[in-house]
């Protein structure tokens, strides 16, 4: 009489949930299960007495406080007589996680093991993707029909690090918010969405650049996804943004390249007079006295609403307080800017 076979599995989880990273340690076992299974329409390879099918089995084994501990698929026994106990087959373990961490018990390739005595424990196997995921035992020789688990729900593990799901804008416009604002993600180690994390605040701040950052520059996660909405920059230069939470690690955005807003206003700057884009004064420094009836030289800028340049061409004139001053003559800008040379007449101040 021609008997068939089938692999049975105990797999150790709660309600059928498992942590991204925790262990299973899956150990396939040949038994003869009697007339109750289809049998295959294949014949047994050399040694073997007969070829069956897979099933699986999960159990409740997953302790109350959720710790994560290894979990161990076992087969359940069944009768079955020496010579077919012991019949030596290869068997492979996969699963619908792509990113699962499965053991070479043969040196050959990830998740084969040859059974001894009709069972074996894979020595290491660890899911990697939240989800609903499977696994699947195959007979390497063909002849027994694969199997595959139950859905195991696998859970993100713990929060680790933030990363960026959404860029902010690519270009921008000084004073303007950022047409795209960032989104950011709280994930475990493995890259799973933290999906039940809406407490965690993340904090924006300028990366690369010489500003601060403008607009609401903290964000509280909802579903494990924190949202920004008013993210600005006021100086023209490229920048990128950096995002930390503490005890995770950060993330920094691509770069953000800021361009000067519409022509505005002139700004002019005497000797001791620096330019200052993005603050009140759009200048730092203090005027240097200067000696009558000796020239010196003053700066023009068309600068936007943040006392950024403007490549412009528009025409400037000098004007003074001081009447007898020799002024230049009114000029065109190039690119914005232009100096001027101006003498203030001897024994006259000057204030320019």
């Known amino acids: 009489m021609r008997k068939t076979y089938r692999i049975l599995s105990a797999l ?3 309600g059928g949930m498992l942590y991204a990273g925790a262990a299973v340690a899956p ?7 009697g007339s109750g299974t289809t049998s295959c329409n294949t014949d047994p390879p050399a040694g073997s007495s007969d070829a069956g099918t897979m099933t699986w089995s999960p159990t409740n084994l997953w302790p109350p406080n959720g710790k994560l501990v290894p ?3 076992t087969f359940a026994p069944s009768s079955e007589d020496s010579a077919e106990k012991n019949f030596l087959t290869v068997g492979t373990i996969t699963s619908s996680d792509g990113s699962a961490t ?18 074996r424990a894979l020595s290491s196997f660890t899911f990697k993707t939240s989800g609903t995921r499977t696994i699947t035992a195959t007979d390497a020789a063909s002849v027994l029909t694969a199997s ?12 680790t690090r933030l990363t960026i799901q959404t860029q902010p804008s690519a270009t921008a416009t000084v004073g303007v918010v950022f047409a795209t604002q960032p989104v950011v993600r709280i994930e475990d180690q493995f890259g799973n969405l933290r999906g039940g994390d809406s407490s ?3 904090t924006a701040t300028r990366g690369t650049g010489t500003s601060a950052l403008q607009g609401t520059t903290t964000a509280t996660a909802s579903g494990g996804v924190a949202s920004f909405a008013s993210l600005s920059y006021a100086v023209v ?3 990128t943004i950096a995002f930390s939470s503490p005890a995770l690690s950060g993330t920094t955005s691509s770069n953000v390249v800021v361009g000067p807003g519409a022509f505005a206003k002139l700004q002019l700057l005497v000797p001791g007079e620096t330019a200052a884009p993005g603050t009140a004064n759009g200048k730092t420094g203090t005027p240097l006295t200067q000696t009558a009836g000796t020239s010196f030289n003053v700066t023009v800028n068309a ?6 340049l403007v490549n412009t061409n528009d025409t400037a004139a000098i004007a003074s307080s001081d009447l007898n001053a020799s002024l230049p003559a009114t000029a065109g800008l190039t690119g914005g800017t232009h100096s001027f040379t101006k003498s203030p007449e001897e024994g006259t101040p000057d204030a320019t």
């Open 303 to 308: 600068v936007d609403a943040n006392w950024n």
């Open 27 to 33: 150990t396939p076992t040949r038994h003869d299960t």
């Open 148 to 159: 595959t688990s139950a859905g195991v729900i696998v859970n993100a593990g713990p929060a």
């Open 12 to 14: 150790g989880l709660a």
């Open 237 to 239: 230069e490229t920048i």
């Open 102 to 119: 499965i053991a070479d018990d043969n040196g050959a390739t990830a998740g084969n093991m040859s059974l001894v005595s009709g069972t």
């Open 71 to 73: 979990v161990t698929i």
């Open 200 to 202: 965690t605040v993340i």
